[in-house]
């Protein structure tokens, strides 16, 4: 005999309708998921965060050799961390294993 996971949950949603508990051993009850597109990002992840409108207007025009911009990817098991340098380019990539603030300043 095969069941669908749908034929599952719809036995146990109606044995939770009639006051049962099976529901509670399901392995996501009571958590709740970020669904499409609805995870905060920004100032209320980063403390003291400035945003990008605030920087000077001098660097848009990447004139000067010391502008630089940082990011962090997350992986499988770590972070990439990526440096460039806006007039020139110059591209450094590191791995660090943590995104605590004075791991990646260093």
């Known amino acids: 005999m095969a069941l669908s996971h ?13 006051g049962g508990i099976l529901y509670i051993d399901l392995p996501r009850f ?9 995870r905060k990002a920004g100032c209320s ?19 000067l050799l010391c502008d630089w911009e ?5 992986g499988q098991d770590a ?4 440096l ?3 007039k020139s380019q ?4 590191g791995k660090v294993y943590h995104k605590q603030a004075d791991l990646v300043a260093d």
């Open 6 to 18: 749908t034929r599952i949950y719809a036995r146990i949603s109606n044995e939770k309708a009639q």
């Open 30 to 38: 009571g958590k709740r998921r970020c669904k499409g597109g609805k």
């Open 45 to 63: 992840l980063i403390p003291n965060r400035l945003d990008i409108a605030e920087r000077p207007e001098v660097v848009d025009f990447r004139d």
């Open 70 to 74: 940082g990011d962090t990817v997350y």
């Open 79 to 82: 972070y990439l961390m990526t």
């Open 84 to 86: 460039v340098e806006r």
């Open 90 to 93: 110059l591209t450094l990539i």
